[in-house]
Nanobody, 115 residues
Framework: QVQLVESGGGLVQPGGSLRLSCAAS????????MGWYRQAPGQQRELVAQ???????NYADSVRGRFTISRDNAKNTVYLQMNSLKPEDTAVYYC?????????WGQGTQVTVSS
């Protein structure tokens, strides 16, 4: 069994910053990829950023240059540094990890960007 615990969401003004964290624990042998997705009300869940075990990253066009994903392999933790936040970044953010061919999801953390 794998557990993911997310933290760092909240309310921030436009232009502000937040840092999300997701710590994985349990039966973890080798994490292939770790990533962040988000889902706004009435919209489909979308990929925000992903980082693979070898450090290769990819970002959604809407966040490239503003968000940075990183991981600490020793702690099985992935981070999402979000800068220059916009109201359209408002969503529930979910952490996802892939171990072999299985995906595990976190419970989600709300990010609200509003003045």
């Amino acid at each position: 069994q794998v557990q993911l615990v997310e933290s760092g969401g909240g309310l921030v003004q436009p232009g502000g910053s937040l840092r999300l964290s997701c710590a994985a624990s349990g039966s973890i042998f080798s994490i292939y990829a770790m990533g962040w997705y988000r889902q706004a009300p009435g919209q489909q869940r979308e990929l925000v950023a992903q980082i693979r075990s070898v450090g290769i990253t990819n970002y959604a066009d809407s966040v490239r240059g503003r968000f940075t994903i990183s991981r600490d392999n020793a702690k099985n933790t992935v981070y999402l540094q979000m800068n220059s936040l916009k109201p359209e970044d408002t969503a529930v953010y979910y952490c996802k990890i892939r171990i072999a061919t299985t995906d595990y999801w976190g419970q989600g953390t709300q990010v609200t960007v509003s003045s």
